[in-house]
């Protein structure tokens, strides 16, 4: 007997029902697939025919999980919902076996908890990482895994959000056969679903099951302060550690009533719309207006890359690490020698920690060469920038690569600021010129800002994006102005906090404040970090731009004269022990005497000021971003500051943030500033137009970029 749906195939094959989700793409557990496997379920259970039951899947993953979409809408909760699913499961009068071929995240785990067992393949993915959408397992996922697996293995995958493979997961009794992932599959599958049927007592509830551990008070203290600095400000870690002990506690049915009830809670969160909003907005990114899927990726199987800096060597190692052989250009010899050098040292620590064999780090590293000639680059696919941030520089690089480079070969520039389209335009191939910014460390960083040029092909688009997934970066596509969108929106950020010590802050009480807001590292301590003769060589490409406001970051300037270039000479904004900052009473002194020779009033700034004056600017860019169509879509601004500049992930991205605490009081804030700050409030506190329309109409960006999807 068998019996297709769109989004299901139901079939009995010698006592064994068997349902296969084939509900593209990913068979989420939405209201539809909900009904459709309750409905088989109950076919089969009332089946005597039937002696045993197997939930698989026909597509790459065992199943996607929750459909998130849903999570903002009353299908959620529409009878039977995931919870409902789970216990029909668990309450079946037959075996039920969830064979898991391919991933299982979240919802599709939790009802391959409810089966009496799990079968997988060594390599396949199970998880629970509903906590970074800042939630729990609804369904049962704190109630089951502590019965099943244990209550430390359960508290790790619960709390930490990170998926296990099958060998890991028979290891630890969450999988109890392991099957390879070949032809016979399937065959083995039954094979074992026929044993457990013939087997008394072959049913195997949680309801039945107690959580073993000798002190599970003990254990879950000691864990909530393993995880406290992970977790500040947070509050799904903790609701998940309540729900782990009602599982040790309370009988499965009271517990699962908890679970439920606790879900429900963090959904409303703003810190849960947070998590969704990024998850959504990385599921958006990669939609590039022009771009089609006519637009075919170019073919790159070998790329080059132009200095062995820092930034260079990262950007190199990252290739390598993804299979691409990677030639270095350098100008001198013993500079190429250096960072060949580097390059091969990386692997081998990565080898010496475990990360990899130590054949296969030679491997990789013998993948690097180095040439002081362009004439070397002929083959290259792909021919990336890494040499000093000046248009100079940049202009004479590209024009020997458009020599030298074959035809059809990508040339990509890692500009942080700079004008691409300058760039590009001393080349013969315009359409081949892309900017590929990345963040540093570069084989660390996941953010990569995909810049396109105004004569950049789709096809050159479409294969960084490609590449981009490659090297497991995040790409996100922006258009050519100052800064693209990361650094543009970094500057009003930066700018203020450094002008709020000319009017009386003191650095650590800037930094203070961002660090309590949520911020990776305050604003001089980044600084500090990335080095002040960084943001010093920008402002030397800006001066006519910036020289109508002559307190324009003096107080870096004044650091940059002084040589206190940051971590790297000991001093900057903070004197440095080591890598800890300490203040130093010197900046106090370098502020007030630059504040009277520029005529800043100083006075006591409160906590509250600092934060408005570094965000609703920083925020009030964005804005402006968006207006000129620099960024596609609010979430493309998030996600780039969420990932390369250390906003918290917890509150969305800074335009979420915006629609969150509403547009009406940045633009109040703004305008007070405007007004309050005199002739230096007028130069920088203008609202964005944007900011205006929204606020004055009461539409969230979020409501605004939603309805302009729709009308194209």
């Not at 939930?55 to 993953?61: A, D, G």
Request: aromatic residues 6%; glycine residues 8%.
């Amino acid at each position: 007997m068998s019996e297709n749906t769109a989004i299901t195939h139901y079939q009995i094959v010698d006592g064994i029902a068997t349902i296969t989700m084939t509900s593209k793409p990913i068979n989420a557990l939405d209201l539809t697939m909900r009904r459709t496997l309750t409905e088989h379920l109950q076919s089969a259970d009332g089946d005597d025919h039937v002696k045993a039951i197997v939930i698989t899947s026909n597509l790459p993953l065992f199943c996607g999980g929750a459909d998130i979409v849903e999570f903002q809408t009353e299908r959620l909760w529409e009878k039977p919902d995931l919870p409902d699913l789970c216990v029909t499961i668990e309450t079946s009068k037959k075996p039920i076996i969830a064979a898991i071929a391919g991933p299982a995240m979240g919802g599709a785990l939790e009802i391959a908890l409810a089966c009496d067992y799990r079968v997988a393949t060594p390599d396949a993915l199970m998880g629970l990482p509903e906590i970074k959408l800042g939630l729990l397992p609804g369904a049962g996922g704190t109630q089951r895994l502590p019965r099943i697996v244990g209550l430390e293995v359960a508290s790790e995958m619960i709390l930490l959000g990170d998926p296990v493979k099958g060998k890991y997961a028979s290891s630890c009794g969450l999988v109890d056969a392991l099957f390879e992932n070949d032809p016979d599959f399937y065959k083995h599958v039954l094979d074992f679903a026929s044993r457990v049927s013939h087997e008394s007592g072959s049913k195997r509830s949680c309801a039945d099951m107690t959580v073993t551990h000798p002190d599970p008070k003990g254990y879950l203290a000691g864990f909530r302060d393993q995880i406290a600095h992970r977790s500040k400000n947070l509050v799904a870690p903790e609701r998940c550690l309540v729900s782990i002990e009602a599982a040790c506690e309370l009988p499965l049915a009271e517990g699962l009533a908890q679970e439920k009830a606790g879900f429900a809670e963090l959904l409303d969160t703003p810190q849960s719309r947070a998590g969704r909003h990024l998850f959504f907005a990385e599921r958006e990114c990669n939609k590039v207006p022009g771009v089609t899927r006519a637009d075919q990726p170019r073919d790159i199987k070998s790329v080059a890359v132009i200095g062995a800096g820092t930034m260079g060597r990262g950007i190199a190692i990252a290739f390598l690490q993804a299979g691409y052989p990677v030639t270095l250009l350098e100008t001198t010899q013993g500079a190429l020698e250096q960072g060949l050098e580097k390059v091969r040292e990386h692997f081998q620590r990565a080898a010496q920690k475990g990360r990899l064999s130590f054949d296969r780090a030679e491997t990789i590293a013998a993948n690097a060469t180095g040439t002081l000639s362009y004439g070397d680059l002929v083959e290259a696919d792909l021919i990336i920038e890494a040499a000093f941030e000046s248009m100079n520089v940049k202009r004479q690089i590209f024009e020997a690569l458009d020599r030298h480079a074959k035809p059809g070969a990508i040339l990509a520039s890692n500009t942080s600021t700079l004008d691409l389209d300058e760039i590009a335009a001393v080349t013969s191939r315009p359409e081949d010129v892309i900017g590929l910014h990345f963040f540093s460390p570069a084989n660390v960083m996941r953010l990569l800002e995909v810049v396109r040029g105004a004569k950049t092909a789709p096809d050159v688009i479409a294969t960084a994006i490609t590449v981009a997934k490659k090297i497991r970066k995040l790409s996100v596509t922006v258009g050519v102005c100052y800064g693209f969108v990361g650094n543009r929106m970094l500057e009003p950020y930066f700018r203020e906090g450094s002008r709020l010590l000319l009017e009386g802050a003191t650095p650590k009480q800037v930094d203070d404040v961002l660090e309590t807001f949520g911020m990776a590292m305050g604003i001089h301590a980044m600084a500090d970090l990335a080095g002040v003769d960084v943001g010093a060589r920008v402002r030397q490409e800006r001066r006519s731009e910036i020289a109508h406001d002559p307190t324009y970051q003096a107080v870096q300037d004044k650091l940059f004269e002084l040589g206190r270039l940051g971590q790297k000479t000991g001093r900057g904004s903070y004197v440095y022990e080591g890598r800890t900052r300490v203040e130093d009473p010197e900046i106090v002194q370098i502020s007030a005497h630059l504040a009277d020779l520029h005529g800043v009033k100083r006075r006591e700034i409160s906590d509250q000021e600092i934060l408005e004056r570094c965000l609703f600017p920083l925020i009030n860019e964005g804005l402006l971003i968006l207006g000129e169509e620099i960024a596609t879509r609010p979430g493309d601004c998030d996600l780039i500051w969420v990932n390369g500049y250390g906003f918290p992930n917890w509150r969305g991205g800074p335009m979420h943030y915006a629609d969150e605490i509403g547009l009406s009081q940045i633009l109040e804030r703004m305008t007070h500033y405007r007004q309050s700050l005199g002739a230096y409030g007028e130069m920088w506190f203008t609202p964005a137009p944007l900011l205006e329309q929204l606020a004055t109409s009461g539409v969230t960006l979020a409501a605004h970029f939603d309805a302009k999807k729709e009308k194209s």
